[in-house]
């Protein structure tokens, strides 16, 4: 047994093995495209390796993909009998019980396995970036934070402390600390140029405080941060199209939509969001996509009945309503109501705030403002536990108020607009300036 990059014990006595595992855990953190080609070479030479196993499971949990929980599942089987048969490491016996855990539909419990390993190994930088995605998924930005910040002191001299910071950035930023966020992501770029996760934190607080060129400039500036990247490189090019939509450059958005961000067509959930979260934005400031909505909607179709995830099935159902497709948005909402009478800490999610969420989205969809409005804006509370960031979460609260305004509900659009600038520290972005702008219009037109 040997120790990996990150000072922990492995179950690898072959040093070209331990180098492969340790391009996993590299590849995870720098999002790189040959973290899964590593993480094959040690499974086929060394099959009793139960994280390896683990790993490849927690990976597939992690694309959201319902066809994927199979591979999960086989995955899990495969660690168990490899702990059967030669056994492993406290540290890799977490990593198959984290799995069973997200298996059993409790991610929280997978959390809690990652958060043992870091109290046996807190230089466990692989460990400590998982705990950071599954909380994640599941919008705890608090618990995110404190993970981050009960290891960082064991990451002073480690070789990864660059991804590191990158996550306490991203911390920090969903916390509301921006300056520290800026301060932070910013280290942490000097230490690991390839840092797209550390990056993307820097980027998301310039989004939140209204500074679209340094944002832009940030992007440009630090193309080795993610050019290299799978696709989360897509996910880059969809900040910087906000930050020009920020500067009322529509017209590059839609390029960079275009030529960038859709330049493959995946069916990624977080693709899908990318497209159909850039779409409604630019709808709701009076552009026209024609067309561009369909192909989202073939993917979205296929996925109707997935159920992984509510931040991505809203996502799908912006496509849908984007390209009218009626029946399939029926059935989504169906479904909706059907998992959400079901056991499990998603079927929470689905109930509240997803039940809210979906019918004001449909609503949206067919012109029913107030409708739409008030689904949209009782949801709101819940929003943050579907998961994802306050910028992608935030094309939610756009259609709310702008929903609130066609509808004329002016003084609790206003209440909510008002709340949505607090939370980005007092900065007005355009999105908010137009649309107090508009706020100021209904209320003259209403004294008059």
């Known amino acids: 047994m040997r120790n990996d990059i990150c000072d922990s014990p492995v179950s690898l006595n072959d040093p070209v093995l331990v180098d492969h595992w340790n391009r996993v855990i ?64 406290p540290r890799e016996k977490l990593w198959v019980q984290a799995l069973g855990e997200w298996l059993q539909g409790r991610p929280s419990g997978a959390v809690a396995a990652m958060e043992a390993a870091l109290r046996l190994q807190p230089r466990d930088t692989l460990s400590a970036k998982v705990s950071h995605a599954i909380r994640f998924v599941l919008g705890d930005a608090r618990g995110m934070r404190a993970s981050v910040e009960a290891v960082m002191d064991a990451h002073r001299d480690h070789p990864l402390r660059g991804y590191l910071l990158g996550c306490h950035a991203f911390t920090l930023e969903e916390t509301g600390d921006y300056a520290a966020a800026e301060r932070t992501g910013l280290q942490g770029l000097d230490l690991a140029p390839d840092d797209a996760w550390g990056l993307h934190a820097v980027a998301h607080v310039f989004d939140m405080t209204a500074r679209p060129d340094s944002g832009i400039t940030l992007i440009e500036d630090h193309k080795g941060a993610w ?99 009626g029946d399939a948005a029926d059935a989504m909402c169906a479904r909706f109501a059907r998992d959400a009478i079901r056991q499990g800490e998603m079927a929470l999610r689905v109930a509240n705030p997803g039940l809210a969420a979906i019918a004001g989205l449909s609503a949206f969809a067919e012109g029913h403002w107030d409708q739409a409005f008030q689904n949209l804006a009782s949801a709101r509370a819940a ?27 002016v003084e609790r659009t206003a209440q909510i607009l008002a709340q949505r600038t607090a939370q980005r520290g007092g900065h007005q972005d355009r999105f908010a300036q137009t649309r107090a702008a508009s706020i100021s219009n209904a209320r003259r037109i209403a004294a008059q």
């Open 383 to 409: 929003m943050p536990s579907i998961g994802g960031s306050h910028a992608q979460r935030d094309v939610f609260e756009r259609m709310t108020i702008d929903a609130g305004l066609r509808a004329g509900r």
């Open 227 to 325: 050019d290299h990247c799978n696709n989360f490189r897509y996910h880059v090019w969809w900040h910087k199209a906000l930050l020009h939509m920020d500067r009322g450059e529509t017209d590059i958005a839609l390029a960079l939509y275009d030529d960038q961000i859709r330049a493959e067509k995946t069916d990624d959930y977080r693709d899908i969001a990318n497209a159909t979260s850039l779409l409604m934005r630019l709808e709701l400031e009076g552009l026209d996509v024609r067309d561009r909505w369909d192909e989202l909607a073939a993917f979205s179709e296929a996925r109707v009945e997935d159920g992984c995830l509510v931040f991505a099935d809203l996502h799908y159902m912006l496509a849908l309503s984007g390209a009218q497709k």
């Open 26 to 89: 590299t590849g995870f953190l720098s999002h790189g495209t040959q973290t899964p080609v590593h993480l094959g070479k040690v499974l086929e030479d060394t099959p009793d390796f139960a994280m390896g196993h683990a790993a490849r499971g927690v990976f597939s949990l992690m694309m959201g993909r319902a066809e994927l929980i199979a591979v999960a599942r086989d995955a899990h089987k495969a660690a168990l009998a490899a702990l059967g048969r030669t056994g492993a490491a």
